[in-house]
């Protein structure tokens, strides 16, 4: 593991429907992360967040012929500038820590993650993400990211997201709702995903060792993604988008911890934090401990 983390913020709230998770960010730091990661040994750099176009000064459908993909424009101008960010920090043997923002970031830390060499993915999430512009009920481009990184989807204004990523290096942990048309999509691509009825039938230790072993299986390492609405509201209220029966925070927590024990992580983002949902900033908490824990993290 590096032991320079550099923290990239990108405060993006494109989502339409609940807002406030642009103060994500902001309340990751508040909740302590630098010192979180300080306490075990992981010196941190902060380069603050990017510059992102405010959506209420912003027409959602102008890049839009359908209105099929809302926010189109400046989630492109914002991916496009996190992934020379994510792969500058990994070219100077830094590693990349994304801060969202909604989980449309993901575009950008992945075409980052895997510039320059092949990275898996694991993506923590109650969602697939596996919408496109075509398929989606909402147009909201935070439903989409794991599809446009692996090329599903035409997006429009000559921006093509895949990120070049093999589908087969992919795992999805711990879903429990999707639309009807993720889940074809899903069964007929080559990622593997695993339900919340996985979990709960082998345990989360188990399904986090198999998704390591897929998303680092001839790869130079893997990507985290982990969404808080992973979790179950109960233990992370402050979501966007929260859907019963999720994990719990001990079974978060040793996720990340063998996530650490792995030894191949190559990036991680946090996102989906909204402030404005919380509940005295419980969820920014809990993101910063669980990238202790992902960073190495133990009680003993």
Same mark, same amino acid.
């Given at each position: 593991m590096v032991r320079q983390v550099r923290i990239i913020g990108a405060p993006t709230d494109y989502g339409a429907n609940r807002r406030g998770v642009d103060m994500g960010p902001s309340a990751i730091r508040y909740a302590g992360l630098a010192s979180e990661l300080d306490a075990i040994g992981r010196s941190c750099a902060d380069d603050g967040d990017l510059a992102v176009p405010r959506a209420e000064e912003r027409d959602p459908d102008a890049a839009s012929? &359908? *209105? &099929? !993909?809302k926010f189109l424009r400046e989630v492109r101008e914002v991916c496009e500038r996190l992934a020379d960010e994510v792969a500058d920090t990994i070219a100077d043997g830094s590693f990349p820590l994304v801060l969202g923002g909604d989980h449309s970031i993901a575009i950008g830390t992945m075409n980052g993650a895997n510039r320059d060499a092949d990275a898996g993915v694991i993506w923590f999430d109650a969602h697939g993400d596996f919408n496109t512009p075509e398929s989606s009920p909402s147009g909201n481009v935070h439903g989409m990211p794991l599809a446009a990184?692996? *090329?599903? *989807? +035409? $997006?429009g204004e000559g921006w093509d997201p895949a990120? @070049?990523?093999d589908p087969a290096d992919v795992a999805l942990v711990g879903l429990r709702d999707l639309d009807e048309p993720e889940r074809v999509a899903i069964r007929e691509s080559d990622v593997t995903a695993f339900t919340m009825s996985d979990v709960d039938e082998r345990g989360v230790g188990p399904v986090t060792e198999e998704a390591l072993e897929i998303a680092t299986d001839g790869t130079a390492g893997v990507h985290v993604s982990l969404d808080l609405d992973w979790l179950d509201p109960n233990e992370a209220p402050g979501v966007g988008t929260p859907v019963r029966g999720g994990v719990t925070y001990r079974e978060a927590h040793a996720a990340m911890e063998i996530v650490a024990s792995h030894g191949g992580l190559r990036s991680l983002e946090l996102v989906e934090v909204n402030p404005v949902l919380d509940e005295r900033n419980e969820t920014a908490a809990l993101a910063? +401990?669980? !990238?202790? &824990?992902? $960073? @190495?993290?133990r009680v003993l």
């Open positions: 012929t &359908s *209105g &099929s !993909a990184a692996l *090329g599903y *989807g +035409e $997006f990120a @070049g990523i910063t +401990e669980l !990238a202790a &824990s992902a $960073f @190495g993290k």
